[in-house]
């Protein structure tokens, strides 16, 4: 077999892996620091290696449209890995609206997924918003969107489009939406406390309510937290079910 015969092959490998890698790269579960660079390499190629097979041969007409193919299929990768995390980060916007609350903002951590600023409460949601993504078979939503994900747009013929970008907007307002109905029970619990110790210290100015304040409200978020959770778990739930209609909306599909 001869190098020309074998070039459409290593193209269509090489396109495939590039948005395999974009969107792997992106999605909360493989692309966090925490997980070695070569393991995620080695997952991108395994599953581009597998797909390669059904996008076929492409014989590009020259360097230059290869590589505008080629970057068109890293974009398509990260917009779609991009539109999972956006998916999954209502869980962490709550957490850090219900820390700020209750007084997480003066201990932040640093999360090593991330390797940015974050409360407690925000760890502790956003960790439990990847295990109900994981329950709820969201990686095979994301290996099913993948392949469907070529036969909408096939490797090397298009690139994301201006109109599909706007697909994200309405995401992110019902990202803000769920991260704020996830978050209300315990910014209203927390809301009613802070008025309830107000009033405790109006009525009695010789209490000093600086003592004990911190942990009534730690406490009573946290007692909120965990009564909501079947509701968080029920919203989480949803957004995962919408996945698969994101990952369209960013292909054309």
């Known amino acids: 077999m001869t190098l020309s015969a074998l070039t459409p092959y290593v193209a269509s490998f090489g396109l495939v892996l590039l948005r395999c890698s974009g969107l792997f790269f ?10 070695p660079l070569r393991v995620r390499g080695a997952v991108a190629a395994l599953m581009s290696l597998i797909l390669a097979a059904t996008v076929g041969p492409i014989q590009p007409s020259s360097p230059l449209q290869l590589l505008i193919a080629g970057a068109g ?25 219900a820390g700020l609350q209750m007084g997480f903002a ?19 949601l956003g960790s439990f918003a990847i295990l109900v993504f994981i329950i709820a078979d969201g990686h095979h939503m994301i290996v099913a969107g993948l392949l469907s994900s070529f036969r909408d747009a ?6 994301p489009r ?9 995401l992110v307002s019902a990202t ?19 008025g309830a110790m107000a009033l405790l210290a109006r009525a009695a100015p010789q209490l000093n ?45």
């Open 176 to 194: 803000f939406v769920a991260a704020v109905r996830i978050a209300a029970p315990v910014m209203v619990a927390l809301l009613v406390t802070n």
């Open 106 to 124: 003066f201990s932040r951590i640093v999360d090593p997924l991330t390797r940015e600023q974050s409360a407690v409460t925000s760890r502790i």
């Open 154 to 159: 096939p490797a090397g013929t298009v690139l």
């Open 162 to 170: 201006t109109e599909h970008a706007a697909t994200m907007i309405p």
């Open 209 to 253: 309510l600086f003592v004990f304040t911190f942990s009534i409200t730690i406490g009573m978020g946290m007692l909120m937290l965990a009564f909501s959770s079947r509701f968080a778990i029920s919203l989480v739930v949803q957004e995962v079910r919408n996945i698969p209609d994101y990952l369209l909306a960013v292909t054309g599909g």
């Open 73 to 97: 299929e890293l974009l398509m990768g990260a917009a779609m890995g991009l539109m999972v995390r956006i998916a999954l980060a209502c869980a962490e916007m709550a957490g850090e609206a």
């Open 26 to 35: 992106m999605v909360p579960t493989l692309g966090g620091n925490m997980i």
